[in-house]
């Protein structure tokens, strides 16, 4: 096993002892790059009452590149899509090595509360929030009560 | 807060929609039906689920590039599991269909399911409710050795994606049962091994490490401890089974009165080893150092402790698994990208990355066919695909520029990729970043064996050559192979200095960076910064303060 470098250690100690609100990120038993993170949909959004399972991996020249971060749960959302990909810039171009995994999975959390479907990934969920936003939110209700909602 | 960025359709291919036709339904399983739950209806017509399916497992043969597109029989078994009766009609076409004897099989097996929607607990359970999974389908007498594998490997597949509380759901003692029969009475070494496999993902979950362990240590002789006896076969299949048994015994379901196999292992003679340092994620090294396996669903790299850089080398290789491994040369400069990646589109690629997928190594995969460099591959049709007990043998000759690799001491290629890169970027790969090591990457449920001269080779070269185990000199420490656990809670401990860098929190921080004056990185991170990590401006100049 490559050494864990102190940053990762320091990381996931805190994220033990000091929790993020609404957020769980646990690291898996064998691999300790690995988090199973499970975060709560955020009150007054349509995806209230969800609980959404992710999987985040710190790759090797993490922090100088972002983790990569999949949506395990199904979530109608515009940018997030059918694979669970996230369409997030800080996961991407903007990503600086002074973010962290907690800010990370904060600002995965705000973009559920807040769906931005002029930048989509996923093109038909976008396309129908734009025209019809009451009947995506409906779907969006409905597909965290379905898969989400699973105790 | 980010803000969505990039921009690409998912690429779904249409499915034509099914008209049910009155063809039989072959019925899944064999044997006991009694506690079993009816089917569910039918989604698609099942022929059109088999080919789907084999006609994915012939693609992964030569799925070769790494940027493909998704294969277009996997983008429509996606769309047909994405209904609960679709699931159940891919997961059971798959554990009908797939064959034993193809070395791919079940790698397809876990594609299909990384690709395809996550099942629901219920959806779990209802199929081992379906299959009948229970110690008694276990030890049936009129066993299908075929579907009871693709079973396990199912079974541990879900296992993986399930971790945490779904898993321990998923976990009955029926199908508990069933897969510790497998180990209990040590039927087919191929159900077994995936048997075994499958208990191993399952405790990835701590609760059902905790049931699995119990039940193990419940029997008057723990079954591992009489399966790990077999990890120096010369039945191949057992002898994986031997060497997941102890790997298991030492990582995971240990035994009170046990010594961990690292403790009892003699490595007097042993002077060069796989690099327990230099190893990606989730591969499984041999106690000695020597063998490895992987069991994961990435593609893992490891280079060895020992790197050469003038002169003649030569090591042999024991394939012990007939599927895909890239076994060669690499330079430190490789990197190992064991898990999935997104490219700049947005897109998962799912092959990860290896040996010979960079210009800074070589590698022939004798399952495929094929030498690796620089991610390209060059098709050797001429020889035939390696199996079990086959021995590879890669010579470098620093001398005459060129690299060998032989099986059985037959010729497969003379390559010289390595030294053409040296020459045509003017660096000189043997001695820029310490030269070449042994390197070698593998697919899922992939395992050999290396000689560095710690025993007489079987096809040595008929040049002079040196061999790595008589030049090499370890320490005591590192030749030690520790369980990954301990060393996980040996660096749990570590604690962080006052002034550490805020980026690695490894060295003293001591750069300023300019014009913006944040500060409170070290000079290896801010080597790295194209930009300043709090405010994003440009850096025109490192300050370096005194301490």
């Known amino acids: 096993m490559a050494a864990l470098p102190r940053r990762i250690i320091k990381e996931t100690q805190r994220l033990m002892q000091e929790p993020v609100p609404g957020i769980s990120a646990v690291p898996s038993e064998t691999n300790a790059r690995y988090f199973h993170v499970i975060v709560t949909g955020p009150e007054d959004s349509p995806f209230e009452g969800g609980l959404f399972k992710l999987e985040l991996f710190l790759p090797e020249d993490y922090p100088m590149s972002a983790p990569k971060v999949r949506f395990i749960t199904k979530i109608y959302h515009p940018n997030i899509d059918r694979l669970g990909r996230i369409c997030l810039d800080i996961l991407k171009d903007k990503w600086s090595p002074a973010l962290q995994i907690r800010t990370v999975l904060l600002s995965i959390q705000a973009l559920l509360s807040a769906p931005n479907p002029d930048d989509p990934l996923a093109n038909d969920v976008a396309e129908l929030w734009k025209v019809n936003e009451s009947e995506a939110i409906r779907n969006a209700k409905e597909w965290t009560r379905r898969y989400a909602m699973d105790n | ?416 990729h390595l030294f053409e890169v040296s020459r045509r970027n003017n660096v000189d790969l043997k001695q820029s970043s310490q030269g070449f090591f042994a390197a070698a990457s593998f697919m899922a449920f992939q395992q050999c064996r290396f000689n560095f001269g710690v025993e007489s080779f079987r096809y040595p070269p008929n040049r002079p050559f040196k061999i790595f185990n008589e030049h090499g000199s370890l320490t005591d420490e590192q030749k030690r192979v520790v369980p990954r656990r301990i060393t996980l809670e040996l660096l749990r401990e570590t604690t962080v200095k006052e002034n550490a860098c805020t980026l690695c929190f490894d060295a003293d921080s001591c750069c300023v960076l300019e014009p913006c004056q944040h500060r409170g990185f070290c000079s290896l991170c801010t080597a790295q910064l194209k930009e300043c990590p709090m405010c994003r401006a440009a850096i025109l100049q490192i300050r370096v303060e005194s301490t």
């Open chain 2, 1 to 416: 807060m980010g803000s969505c960025c990039s921009k690409e359709p998912p690429n779904t291919g249409p499915v034509e929609p099914y008209v049910p036709s009155p063809v039989a339904v072959p019925s899944t399983t064999r044997g006991i039906t009694e506690t079993r739950v009816a089917a569910p209806k039918l989604v698609v017509d099942p022929r059109i689920v088999d080919e789907l399916i084999l006609e994915l497992l012939a693609l992964i043969a030569s799925f070769v590039d790494n940027e493909e597109e998704s294969p277009v029989s996997l983008v429509k078994l996606h769309v047909i599991a994405e209904k609960e009766e679709g699931w159940f009609q891919v997961v059971t076409s798959m554990v009908r269909i797939i064959p034993l004897d193809n070395p791919l099989g079940p790698s397809a097996i876990t594609i299909v399911f990384d690709d395809c929607p996550l099942p629901s607990k219920e959806q779990v359970i209802k199929l081992t409710q379906m299959l009948g999974l229970s110690a008694m389908r276990a030890l049936a007498a009129d066993i299908d050795v075929q579907v009871e594998r693709n079973i396990c490997v199912v079974l541990g597949c879900i296992a993986d994606k399930l971790a945490g509380p779904n898993s321990v759901a998923v976990l009955t003692e029926e199908t508990l049962d069933y897969m510790l029969s497998f180990l209990m009475f040590r039927r087919e070494p191929r159900i077994v091994l995936f048997a075994l496999i499958a208990l191993e993902k399952f405790a990835h979950t701590t609760e059902n490490k905790l049931t699995i362990k119990e039940r193990l240590n419940k029997e008057d002789d723990n079954p591992l401890l009489l399966l790990e006896r077999h990890a120096n076969s010369q039945d191949y299949t057992w002898r994986q089974v031997g060497f997941c048994a102890k790997w298991a015994l030492d990582n995971l379901f240990t035994v009170e009165g046990r010594c961990l196999s690292y403790q009892t292992v003699d490595m007097s003679k042993i002077n060069a080893l796989m690099n327990t340092q230099d190893v990606s994620e989730y591969l499984k090294i041999s106690c000695d150092g020597l063998e490895a396996r992987c069991d994961s669903y990435s593609f893992e790299s490891v280079r060895c402790t020992f790197p050469v850089n003038s002169g003649v080398w030569y090591y042999e290789c024991l394939i012990i698994t007939p599927g895909v491994m890239q076994i060669g040369w690499a330079t430190k400069s490789s990197h190992f990208l064991n898990h999935i990646c997104i490219n700049q589109k947005g897109k998962i690629i799912k092959e990860g990355y290896g040996i010979g997928d960079d210009i800074y190594s070589l590698s022939y995969d004798g399952c495929r066919r094929l030498i690796w460099h620089g991610a390209k591959p060059t098709p050797v049709p001429d020889v035939e695909g390696w199996r079990p007990g086959d021995i590879v043998g890669c010579l470098i000759d620093m001398d005459a520029e060129e690299a060998i690799f032989t099986v059985n001491g037959v010729h497969v290629r003379t390559c010289t």
